[in-house]
């Protein structure tokens, strides 16, 4: 059943989900040969202007990509809506000028 990190997962996310590769830092890491890097999925968010970045457990990729997806998809119905709303103005303006 639905364990507390799946409980009210939320249906809409602002972000993109990114495959991070990068050294940890330590001398000795495999990844200190700049090749053997460490890989991490993250959500990649912007909030106040500034890019920020939240680990993402193997769990949660997959409903988070899910909820980017949601979120973009109604941002792009939104946007059209706003265009067509647009296209109505500019009209009705263009008709009143050739009056
Ligand atoms: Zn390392």
């Known amino acids: 059943m639905a364990g507390p990190s ?9 972000g993109s989900v ?3 590769r990068r050294r940890c830092g330590k001398a000795q890491c495999r990844c200190a040969d700049g ?20 680990m993402l457990p193997d769990e949660q990729i997959g409903p988070v ?10 941002q792009a119905a939104l946007e059209a809506k706003g265009n067509a709303g647009l296209a109505v103005l500019l009209t009705r303006a263009a008709a ?4």
């Not at 990509?65 to 109604?74: L, S």
């Open 35 to 54: 090749e053997s890097l460490h890989e991490a999925t993250v959500l990649s968010y912007s909030e106040a202007g500034r890019n920020r970045t939240v």
């Open 96 to 99: 009143r000028r050739s009056r």
């Open 65 to 74: 990509r899910a909820a980017v997806e949601r979120y973009r998809t109604a």
């Open 18 to 20: 990114v495959v991070q």
């Open 6 to 14: 799946s409980a009210g997962f939320p249906r809409m996310i602002r």
